[in-house]
């Protein structure tokens, strides 16, 4: 989706729509070369890229499937794989009802189809580029002292992207990832972002349980509010300078009204939603 944003604005995970600079960019064709089933609702579609490209962790792709009849439909999915040079990249894609696109990879496609693709899209939704040591002083980036992501649902994708490429490129970046899900069964990437928590010093995963008692004692059993944001970025122990949501709408508009409420400034606020 090439969503409404504002500070606070972003692309999508899963949407019917897509930027306008996207029309420059050729359709390509790809093989699924393996679907994963990750949780309930959400399968990891890995696709073999026909010409390969370079990503940047929180970018897109735009998905277009085409009927026998002619009819097509295209939606835009949040690339979730590590932004390494290959020519597989890994889709989290979850079922949504009336999702005609998210059906068809649930219940259709198989190791071997042929679907087309473009990308990668998106400008806005991306992890802070560190700077360059050759850059001058005047022409590098502002410093990140520190990231604060918050998703939910297969809005986990373009984050787990943006903590995979912090793990090869800025592991000094102090980064938490507060991750709602209805049950811990539901909680995307769960062994890897576990893993990462337990050797990476410099990361905090904190979930919000909604559906049932949180299994750990740094996690939380409610829905997202100021209070636990409030409580996650003092995990940080420094306030973030860049903060991401992600998710479908309603729970874009909650999370991003609890960083608010914790006293982040909405300049710094980066959204992008999902739906259909």
Known sequence: ?????????????????????????????????DIVQQTPSIKSVFLRLREPFAHIAGQHVDVRLTA????????????????????????????????????????????GDEIELRGPLGGHFLWPAPASASASASARAPAVDAVLLIGAGSGLAPLMAMIRQRRTQSPAVPTALLLSARTAEDVLFSEELRATEASDAAFVLALAITREEPIRASDFGRRIDGVMVQDVVARLHRKPSQVFVCGSNGFVNIATEGALLAGLDASIIKTERYGG
């Open 1 to 33: 989706m090439a969503t409404i944003s504002t500070a606070i604005r972003g692309a999508s995970s899963a949407t019917p729509m897509t930027e306008g600079g996207a029309q420059t960019v050729p359709w390509q064709s790809c093989t699924i070369k």
């Open 68 to 111: 026998p009849d002619g009819y097509s439909a295209m939606r835009s999915y949040s690339i979730a794989s590590a932004t390494i040079s290959s020519p597989i990249i890994e889709l989290a894609i979850e079922r949504l009802p009336d999702g005609e696109v998210s059906s068809f990879f649930h219940d259709v496609a198989a190791v």
